[in-house]
C-alpha cells in the first residue's frame, strides 16, 4: 500500500515524444540516478560473481573462524571461517533472485487476475475483490511465514511465499487501470467496431497498464527483498552452506559482541540495494506521471 | 453516513469469513502434526492419539472448521495447546501491548514524517526535496530486524540508554515501559515515516496550488501560517486516511520487532505459535488482526468522507 | 550541571533497585514454558521452574545420588517388587493442604490415569499404591524397575495439591499448587511467570527471596545483553561462544556442568522405506561417517571448548561412560578404506535433515565439511524443528540431526531409543541381544551388573552405529556477581536453596 499508483495515470497517445520527456524528467532527478546506480552495481557484481577473484563462498577454514577485517579477507571471516565478502557477493545473487522472481510470480497471477476483474465486471469482480481483501488482511508476513513453514524452509518456497503475498497489490492496481482504460474514448470506439476481448485487450488495456505495474514492480522489488531477509532471518529462507544477505544476518546475530562485520556488511547490502530499487520506483513514478509537469 | 458504514460492514462479512476459511485451511496444511509438534520428547503413542480424538483433529476438516467457527461466533476461540490458556485470554493480555506499540510508531512517524513532506513539498524540485525524499525512503528500505539489532548493540550494550528489553505493562511502571518501548517504536516508526511522508508532500503540493494559498499568500500572510494554518489543514484529509490505515498495518505488521525486543505483543505470540503448530493461536490471531485490518479500512474511509464532504459514494 | 543530575538520578536508582532486588530474583530462560501441569508438561524449560514450585519425593545431588526431599527414607523389598517410603512429616501444599501418604497415592493415581498424563511410561511398573499410615506408602511394582526412584527425583515425583487437581483438572497448569519453596503468583505468557516464596515451606530458612520471576528471552544476544544491563540477575542456557567474554567480564560470574543428554545424528536403518540406502543398509558407511568427524574441532569451532565431546549416550564423565571404547581419533584414511570396501571408492552421497536453527546448521556444516574431505557429500535438508520430528517419527528421512536432554537413570538415555519397538526408536533399530542387555540392565538393582549390561550393549552399538553420538551439552549459567551460593547441577535445574544476592 505504501506505494500504490494513481489509477489516473494513463498512457499518452504519442509514445515517442512522451519517450524523451520520460527521460529527460528523470535524468533531472538525482535521487533517481542515484537509485539506479546503486540497482546496477548489486545486479553487476551478482552476475560477475562466478569470475571475480574471490574465495570459494563455502570453503571453510578451522584457523580462520570469525576472524575481524584483514587484508586477505576484508570483510572478516564467518562462524566457520568462510569469507564474509564472498559470501557477500554470491549472497547478492539470491537476494536480487528473491526479489525479481517473487515480484515475477505476483505480477504474472496478480494482473491477469486483475485485468479479468476489471474487465469482467459483475460477479466475477465481485469475487476476486474479495478475495483480494482477505489476503490484503491477512498479515504480509504472517502469510509468509505460515506458507515457507508450510512448503518447507528454502530460497524457492520463500519465493513463492513472498510472491503469493505480494499479489493482491497488483491484482488491485490492475483491476483499477483496466477500470479507468475501460471508459476511454478510443476503447469505447474500438468496442463499437466490434473488436474481440483479447484484442481489446491485448492492444488497449495491457500497453495501458503497463507503465503503473512496472512502478509498482520496482517498488515491490524493495519489499521483497527485505521479506526475504526476514524470513531468512527466520530460518525460513536460503538454506547454509549457500549464502543470502538474510541468512547471513540469521548467524550473525549469534555473534554480535565477537564478531560485529558478520552483521554490519550484510545489513548495509540489503539496505543500499533496497535503498536503490526504492529511489528507482519512486523516480520512475514521478517521471510517468504526466499530471505533475 | 450510517447507511455507508453498513453497506461497508455488510461487504465485510464473505471477506473475514474468507480469511478465517484461509488460515484455517493453512493451518491444516502445515506438516507437522500439532498434536506431536507439541509432544516434543515426550511421545507416548496413546496419549498422542487421546489428544487428537479430544482436540477433534481426526475430524474431517470442514467439520473441524464448522466447529471452530461455530465456538468462535460464541465468543469462545478455543486454549492454546501449549499453555492450555484461552486463546480470547492471551490474545487480551497482547492486545494491549501491540496497541501500546503501534500508537508510539505512529507517534514517532508521525513528528518525522509530517514535517518533512510538507517541507519537501513547499521546496519541491530543490536539494532540500530530493535529500528529504531520499532520506524517508532510507527509513523504508533498512530491514526493521537489522535496524533492532544494532541499535541494541548500540544504545544498549555500548551506551547503556535504554534496555533492551524487560517490558512492562503501562498500567504497572509506566517509566520502564515506555523506556522499553522506545527503541522499538522508533525502529516502526522509521519505516512508516516514509509512507507519511510522501502522502504528505503529495497532499500538499496539490494544496499549494489551489486559489485559497494563492489568496492567502496575497493577504501578505507570512508564510508560517500560510504554511500550517491553510495548506497543512487541508492537506490533512489524506493523511488521516493513510495514518488510519497505517495504524491498522502496525497491528499485524510488528512481527519481527517484537521478536527481536522480546515485546509479549500479537507478532510474538503469533509466530511461536506457528512454530509450535499452536493453531488455534494463530486462527485467533489472524481473525482479530484480519477484523482490526477491515475496521481500520472502514474507519478510514468514514473519516475520509467526514472531512472531504464532497466525496461520493464510488 | 547536566552531568550532576544524572549522576545523581543514576546513584537514586541504584540504591532503590538493591533495596527492591534483594528480595526478588530475576531469572531468563532461553524458552517459554509449555503448561505448568507437571502431569502434562513436556519441555526441559518448564521444569527449571518447577524447581521452585514444586517439590518432588526425591532429589539428587551434582554426582546424580538420589537423596530425600519429600521422602526422608525408602526401602526396597527383596525382590524388588515393593518399595516402602517415609514421608516427610512437616510438609504441606501452597494451599494448606496437608502432604502425607494420601496425597502421594492421589499424585501416582494422576500420574497413571489422567488421560492427558505424559507420565504414564514412567510410573508403568507400579500396579499398586496404598497409604500403609499417615506418613508412610508403600509402591508394589509388577517388575523390578531400577529406574523407579530416578523417575521420583523428576517430574512424576512431584507432588500437587489434591485438592487443586480434583477441583482444576486438565486446568491444574493455569494455577499450579504443589509444595515447593515458591507459590504460584502469575503468568503472562511469554512475557513472565511469577513466583513467592510459601512461608510454610519445611526448609523456608533457606529460601532468601521474596519472589522469583522466570523471564522467556529466546535470543541469546538479547538475554546476555539483559544479564549486563542489570535487567536480569541470572540466565540459564548461555551460548557457548559467550562464554569466553562472560568469563573476563568482572561484573559476571559463570557457572557450568556437562548435562546429561547427548547430540548426534540418528540414522534410519529400518523405519521404513526411509531406510532403502547404503547408510542405512551398510554399517561400514555408519562407521565412515563418524571417523570422518573429529569431535574435538566440532566442539572448539561450533562450542568455543565449552561442550563434552562424545560418542556414547552417556558423556565420557558419567559412571555408566563405557571406557573400551574411547572417543575416536579422526582418520579420514580408515574412512575411505571403509567406503571402498562398501563399494564406493568414488565416494558416497546421502542425506541429513537438520534443525533449522543457527547452531544446529553451523554444526552441520562443519560435519558436512569434514565428510567431504572422506568422500562423503552431506546434503543438508533444513527443516523446521516440528517438520523434522513429523518427518522422523513417520521414518520418512535418512538420517536425521537431533539429541536428548538426558535423564538421571542411564536407562532414560538408551532403552526406548534402542530396543525393538521403543517409544522413540525413531531408527527403527531391533536387536535381540541389545533388547535383552537393556532390559536386563533396568531391573536390576545392582549397579555393577547394570553397567556390565550397558557396557555390553555399547559393544554392540559400536559395531552397528544406529546413532552417530556427537557431543554433550554443558549448561552454562551466567549471573551477576552478587548471586553467590548457586550450584550447577547436570540435571540442568536450578535450585534457590542457599542461593543469595548482595
Not at chain 3, 569466553?244 to 556442568?257: F, M, Q, T
Request: aromatic share 8%.
Amino acid at each position: 500500500m505504501t506505494a500504490v499508483t494513481d489509477p489516473r495515470t494513463t498512457a499518452d497517445p504519442t509514445p515517442a515524444k512522451s519517450r524523451s520527456r520520460f527521460w529527460s524528467k528523470f535524468l533531472a532527478n538525482p535521487a533517481a540516478i542515484l537509485g539506479g546506480v546503486l540497482v546496477l552495481f548489486f545486479v553487476t557484481v551478482a552476475a560477475l560473481a562466478p569470475i571475480l577473484p574471490i574465495f570459494d563462498p563455502t570453503a571453510t577454514d578451522w584457523l580462520a573462524v570469525r576472524k575481524a577485517p584483514s587484508a586477505e579477507h576484508p570483510f572478516g571471516t564467518d562462524e566457520i571461517g568462510r569469507d564474509v565478502l564472498s559470501r557477500m557477493i554470491w549472497g547478492a545473487q539470491a537476494s536480487l533472485l528473491a526479489g525479481v522472481v517473487s515480484v515475477a510470480i505476483a505480477v504474472l497471477l496478480g494482473v491477469p487476475l486483475g485485468v479479468l476483474a476489471g474487465y469482467a465486471r459483475g460477479w466475477t469482480d465481485a469475487a476476486i475483490s474479495r478475495v483480494t481483501e482477505a489476503l490484503l488482511a491477512a498479515p504480509f508476513l504472517i502469510l509468509a511465514i505460515a506458507l515457507a513453514a508450510f512448503l518447507g524452509p528454502s530460497l524457492t518456497n520463500a519465493m513463492i511465499a513472498i510472491g503469493l503475498s505480494a499479489m493482491p497489490i497488483f491484482i488491485r492496481l490492475a483491476r483499477a487501470q483496466t477500470m479507468a482504460v475501460m471508459t476511454e474514448d478510443y476503447v469505447e470506439s474500438a468496442r463499437a467496431i466490434g473488436l474481440g476481448h483479447i484484442a481489446l485487450i491485448g492492444r488497449y488495456i495491457l500497453p495501458n497498464i503497463f507503465p503503473p505495474i512496472l512502478v509498482q514492480s520496482t517498488l515491490t522489488i524493495a519489499t521483497a527483498i527485505i521479506a526475504e531477509a526476514s524470513l531468512s532471518f527466520l530460518g525460513l529462507g536460503q538454506q547454509p552452506p549457500a549464502p543470502s544477505w538474510g541468512s547471513m544476518l540469521n548467524i550473525a546475530k549469534n555473534f554480535l559482541e565477537q564478531a560485529p562485520w558478520m552483521a554490519l556488511y550484510p545489513g548495509i547490502a540489503i539496505f543500499l540495494v533496497v535503498l536503490g530499487f526504492n529511489l528507482l520506483g519512486d523516480g520512475l513514478r514521478d517521471a510517468l506521471d504526466p499530471r505533475d509537469h | 453516513m450510517l447507511a455507508f458504514l453498513g453497506r461497508r460492514v455488510l461487504i465485510a462479512i464473505p471477506t473475514i469469513i474468507l480469511i478465517s476459511i484461509f488460515v484455517f485451511g493453512m493451518q491444516k496444511l502445515l506438516p507437522g502434526d500439532p498434536v506431536l509438534a507439541m509432544a516434543g520428547e515426550e511421545r507416548d503413542p496413546e496419549v498422542l492419539e487421546y489428544l487428537r480424538e479430544k482436540y477433534r483433529l481426526n475430524d474431517p476438516i470442514p467439520v473441524q472448521y464448522l466447529n471452530w467457527i461455530g465456538n468462535a461466533l460464541r465468543g469462545d476461540l478455543g486454549i492454546s495447546l501449549r499453555t492450555n490458556q484461552p486463546v480470547l485470554e492471551l490474545i487480551g493480555q497482547k492486545l494491549p501491548v501491540t496497541i501500546q506499540l503501534a500508537v508510539m510508531a505512529l507517534i514517532i512517524a508521525m513528528v518525522i514524517g509530517i514535517p518533512a513532506g510538507v517541507l519537501s513539498a513547499y521546496k519541491k524540485g530543490t536539494w532540500i526535496d530530493w535529500v528529504a525524499n531520499t532520506v524517508a525512503l532510507s527509513g523504508l528500505s533498512v530491514p526493521n530486524f537489522w535496524l533492532g539489532i544494532m541499535m541494541i548493540l548500540l544504545v544498549s550494550v555500548q551506551l547503556g540508554w535504554l534496555p533492551a528489553s524487560g517490558y512492562r505493562p503501562l498500567s504497572e511502571d509506566p517509566i520502564q515501559s515506555i523506556k522499553t518501548m522506545l527503541m522499538p517504536a522508533f525502529v516502526l516508526g522509521t519505516a512508516i515515516a516514509a509512507t507519511l511522508m510522501r502522502h504528505t508532500r503529495s497532499a500538499m503540493l496539490g494544496v499549494l496550488k489551489s486559489d485559497y494559498v494563492r489568496t492567502a499568500r496575497a493577504k501578505g500572510l507570512s508564510e508560517r501560517v500560510v504554511l500550517v494554518k491553510h495548506a497543512l489543514r487541508n492537506a490533512l484529509v489524506p493523511i488521516v486516511t493513510v495514518t488510519t490505515l497505517l495504524f491498522g498495518e502496525l497491528l499485524a505488521g510488528a512481527v519481527l520487532t517484537e521478536q527481536i525486543f522480546t515485546i509479549p505483543g500479537f507478532g510474538k505470540l503469533v509466530v511461536d505459535a506457528v512454530f509450535n503448530r499452536d493453531y488455534a493461536v494463530v486462527q485467533g490471531i489472524v481473525l482479530c488482526t484480519g477484523v482490526a485490518f477491515i475496521a481500520m479500512n472502514i474507519l478510514a474511509d468514514a473519516a475520509y468522507r467526514v472531512l472531504n464532504p464532497r466525496m461520493k459514494d464510488q | 550541571m547536566p552531568m550532576k543530575k544524572t549522576l545523581g538520578l543514576a546513584l537514586a536508582f541504584a540504591l532503590g533497585t538493591t533495596a527492591l532486588q534483594a528480595a526478588d530474583l530475576r531469572i531468563g530462560l532461553q524458552e517459554d514454558p509449555d503448561v505448568l501441569d507437571p502431569d502434562q508438561s513436556r519441555t526441559f524449560v518448564g521444569r527449571i521452574v518447577y524447581a521452585s514450585l514444586c517439590d518432588k519425593l526425591v532429589d539428587i545431588t551434582p554426582g546424580l545420588e538420589i537423596i530425600p526431599q519429600l521422602a526422608t527414607g525408602w526401602e526396597w523389598s527383596d525382590d524388588g517388587l515393593e518399595l516402602t517410603m517415609t514421608l516427610r512429616e512437616d510438609a504441606s501444599f501452597h494451599d494448606g493442604t496437608p502432604f502425607n501418604a494420601d496425597a502421594v497415592v492421589a499424585n501416582i493415581d494422576r500420574s497413571q490415569n489422567l488421560p492427558e498424563s505424559r507420565r504414564k511410561s514412567e510410573v508403568k511398573s507400579i500396579t499398586g499404591v496404598e497409604a500403609v499410615d499417615e506418613f508412610t506408602v508403600k509402591f508394589t511394582l509388577g517388575a523390578p524397575d531400577a529406574t523407579l526412584i530416578a523417575q521420583f527425583a523428576d517430574r512424576s515425583g512431584m507432588m500437587l495439591s489434591p485438592t487443586a487437581t480434583a477441583a482444576a483438572g486438565t486446568d491444574f497448569g493455569l494455577n499450579p499448587v504443589c509444595s515447593g519453596p515458591f507459590s504460584f503468583v502469575e503468568r503472562v505468557a511469554q512475557d513472565r511467570i511469577v513466583l513467592e516464596k510459601f512461608d510454610d515451606y519445611w526448609n523456608a530458612d533457606a529460601i532468601n527471596f521474596d519472589t522469583v520471576t522466570f523471564l522467556p528471552i529466546p535470543d541469546t544476544t538479547v538475554r546476555l545483553a539483559n544479564l549486563r544491563a542489570g535487567d536480569l540477575d541470572m540466565l540459564e542456557r548461555l551460548a557457548a561462544t559467550d562464554a569466553p567474554s562472560v568469563k573476563n567480564d568482572s561484573g559476571l560470574s559463570y557457572a557450568e556442568a556437562v548435562s546429561l543428554g547427548y547430540q548426534g545424528i540418528t540414522i534410519n536403518v529400518a523405519n521404513g522405506a526411509g531406510a532403502d540406502n547404503p547408510l542405512g543398509q551398510d554399517a561400514r558407511i555408519r562407521k565412515a561417517l563418524s571417523l570422518a568427524i573429529d569431535r574435538n574441532v566440532i566442539n572448539q569451532v561450533v562450542f568455543e571448548g565449552a561442550f563434552a565431546p562424545g560418542n556414547q549416550s552417556f558423556p565420557p564423565t558419567s559412571p555408566w561412560y563405557n571406557a573400551n571404547f574411547p572417543l575416536p581419533e579422526r582418520d579420514v584414511e580408515a574412512a575411505k578404506a571403509l567406503l571402498a570396501e562398501a563399494g564406493f571408492a568414488d565416494g558416497i552421497e546421502l542425506e541429513i535433515q537438520v534443525a533449522n536453527n543457527p547452531v544446529q546448521m553451523q554444526l552441520m556444516q562443519v560435519v558436512q565439511a569434514m565428510a567431504g574431505e572422506a568422500g562423503i557429500q552431506i546434503e543438508l535438508v533444513a527443516k523446521e524443528f516440528a517438520t523434522l520430528l513429523r518427518d522422523q517419527s513417520a521414518g520418512d528421512y535418512t538420517a536425521s540431526q537431533i539429541g536428548w536432554s538426558g535423564r538421571v537413570d542411564p536407562d532414560g538415555n538408551i532403552h526406548q531409543f534402542m530396543t525393538t519397538g521403543g517409544g522413540i526408536n525413531d531408527s527403527g533399530y531391533s536387536n535381540p541381544e541389545v533388547d535383552r542387555l537393556l532390559d536386563a540392565a533396568r531391573t536390576s538393582t545392582d549397579l555393577a551388573t547394570r553397567k556390565a549390561n550397558y557396557d555390553a550393549a555399547r559393544a554392540i552399538l559400536e559395531e552397528d552405529l544406529p546413532i552417530i553420538y556427537l557431543y554433550h551439552v554443558t549448561w552454562i549459567w551466567a549471573m551477576d556477581q552478587d548471586i553467590k551460593g548457586f550450584t550447577p547441577y547436570p540435571d540442568g535445574m536450578i535450585r534457590l536453596e542457599g542461593v543469595t544476592k548482595g
